[in-house]
């Protein structure tokens, strides 16, 4: 069983950057997909940024351009910066991920966005 532990999460005012990290407990390279959703209160969880272990990205379009998801196979870590941030982007944050059989959850982090 994987355990993923997320940091980095805190208060920034809009326009700031974040970088979410995701540290995994063992090797992530049996993981195919890693992602990171987040969820505000009130909202169903949504996926944010995902990233296959060939290197494949994909991104919600309300954090293209600003958001850059990126893994580590070597350091196993999954890592999320965050740029120009915006009062919406005020959620809990979650590391994912997924193999054939599995999958995992972090505990999450809290990313709040506000002047």
């Known amino acids: 069983q994987v355990q993923l532990v997320e940091s980095g999460g805190g208060l920034v005012q809009p326009g700031g950057s974040l970088r979410l990290s995701c540290a995994a407990s063992s090797s992530i390279n049996m993981i195919n997909f890693m992602g990171w959703y987040r969820q505000a209160p009130g909202t169903q969880r949504e996926l944010v940024a995902g990233?296959?272990?060939?290197?494949?990205?994909n991104y919600r379009d309300s954090v293209k351009g600003r958001f850059t998801i990126s893994r580590d196979g070597a350091k196993n870590t999954v890592d999320l910066q965050m740029n120009s941030l915006k009062p919406e982007d005020t959620a809990v944050y979650y590391c994912y991920g997924s193999s054939r059989a599995n999958q995992y959850w972090g505990q999450g982090t809290q990313v709040t966005v506000s002047s």
């Open positions: 990233i296959l272990r060939s290197g494949t990205t």
